[in-house]
C-alpha cells in the first residue's frame, strides 16, 4: 500500500480520491476550504453533458469573441486589459484549433466513457444528488445556428452520442413548459443532470467511509519532491504566521482547479490553466405554480450559452457565459441579470423573486483537454484542466490517473479505452 496526496477536494479531487482508495491506497485530501466542494463544484450548470463535448477551438469563437469584446451581457466576455499569462493562453488557444476534430470526438467518448462510473459510485455508495435522466435539448433560434449545430452534431455522433435532431413541435412535447420562438433543436437522451454540490459530498463522505483523511482547512504552500516520496507543506487557512506543518507521501495528485498552475511550478511542471469564469443562478420554486412551470429537461440555449438543470422538486439552476478575467472571483450583477432575464422569458410563470448568484472559475487549458497522468518527477501526477465539462469528465479521468499509479490492487472496473490526447 502507498500513500497518495491528492490536492483538492472538487469534483475531481474526490473522485480521483475515490479511485485510489477503491485500488488499495491510503489517501489524504487537502483543501484550504472548510469543506469539500466549494469552489467551481458548488454551483455548476449541473448537466452531465456528453452533448457538451464540442471543444472552444474554431474560428467562430474567435470572431464571437472579438464581436462581444465591449458588450458586458455577451455570453463570452474577454477583458482587454494586458495580462501576460492571458495573452499567451489565447495564442496557444487558437494553435490548437487545428486540433478541433479530433479533440471534440475524443473528449465525446470520454464522456460517454465517464457515465458509466458516475452512476455506478452513486448506487454503490448510497447517496443521492437529485439527478434526472431526461436528456439534454439544444435550442435554436434560427436556420445558421440550426445548420452550424448539425456540423457539430456529426462530430458527437462520430464520436458515439446518440443525439438527434427535432422540430420545434417535438421539442415542446420533449419539454411542455417551454415558450419562445424556435428554428429547431438535438436532443440526446442519454445525458443527465444533477447537483454537482450534493454529488461531491456524498462522496467525499463516502471515501471518509473507506478510511480516507481528510485535511481541511489546510492552505498548500509548498510540495517538493525527494528521493522516496513527496513533501507537501500546509499552513492553517487564513493563518499565514502559523508554523508550517509537512506531510510526507509516496505521490500526490493535482487536482486544484486554476491553482494546479502554481502547484505544478513548484514540481518543474508548466500546467497551463486560466481561470473562466461561469455564473449562475440557483431560482427557488417556492410556490406550486412556479414549480409547474420550471423545465424537467434540460435545456442548452446555444445563442446565450445558457444552460439549465431542474434540482429536485424546489430548485431551478441556470447557468452561462465564460468570462476571461483572471483569477477574479466577484459576482457582477451586469452578468447575472441576463440569466434572471432568460429565465423570466421563456419560462414566464416562475417566480424569480429568491435568486442565489454565483460565480466560479473553470480551469481550462489551451486546447480544452484535461491534464492526466504523471508529471515530470517520480511520485506526481495530475487531474485537472476540465474547463467546463469538469463533472462530466471526472468520474472516467478518475479512473485514468489512479491507474497511473503504482502500488495499487487490480482497478474494479474496466479503464475508458478512448484515444485522448493531453494538454502539454
Known sequence: MSTVAVIGSGITGVTTAHALLQRGHDVVVLDRHRYAAMETSFANGGQLSACNAEVWNSTATILKGMKWMLKADAPLLLNPKPSAHKYSWL????????????????????????????????????????????GILHVYRDKAGFDAAARVNG???????????????????IEPTLHGSWYGGFF????????????????ADACLRRGA?????????????????????????????????????DAVV????????????????????YPVK????????????SQAAAPHVSLLDDATKIVTSRLGRDRFRVAGTAEFNGENRDI???RIRPLVKWTEELFPEVSTARCVPWAGLRPMTPNLMPRIGAG???????????????????????????DAIPGGDARPMAAPVVPFARAA
Open 91 to 134: 495564442g496557444e488557444f487558437v494553435s490548437h484549433i487545428r486540433n478541433y476534430r479530433a479533440n471534440t470526438i475524443a473528449t465525446t467518448k470520454l464522456a460517454i466513457e465517464a457515465r458509466k462510473y458516475l452512476f455506478s459510485i452513486a448506487e454503490e455508495e448510497g447517496f443521492g444528488f437529485d439527478v434526472e435522466h431526461r
Open 155 to 173: 462530430l458527437l455522433t462520430e464520436g458515439g452520442l446518440d443525439r438527434r435532431a427535432v422540430t420545434p413541435e417535438e421539442m415542446r412535447a
Open 188 to 203: 440526446t437522451p442519454s445525458d443527465s443532470t444533477g447537483d454537482i454540490h450534493k454529488y461531491t459530498r456524498g462522496l
Open 213 to 249: 483523511r481528510f485535511l481541511f482547512g489546510a492552505d498548500v504552500t509548498g510540495i517538493s519532491h525527494a528521493e522516496g516520496g513527496i513533501t507537501i507543506a500546509w499552513k492553517p487557512a487564513g493563518q499565514a504566521a502559523a508554523v508550517a506543518e509537512t506531510l510526507r507521501a
Open 254 to 273: 493535482i487536482c486544484a482547479g486554476v491553482a494546479s498552475r502554481r502547484f505544478a511550478a513548484m514540481l518543474g511542471d508548466r500546467i497551463n490553466v
Open 278 to 289: 461561469g455564473y449562475s443562478i440557483t431560482v427557488h420554486l417556492d410556490d406550486a405554480r
Open 332 to 334: 457582477r450583477m451586469d
Open 376 to 402: 515530470s518527477r517520480p511520485g506526481v501526477f495530475y487531474n485537472t484542466g476540465h474547463g467546463h465539462l469538469g463533472w462530466t469528465l471526472s468520474a472516467a479521468t478518475a479512473q485514468m490517473v489512479a
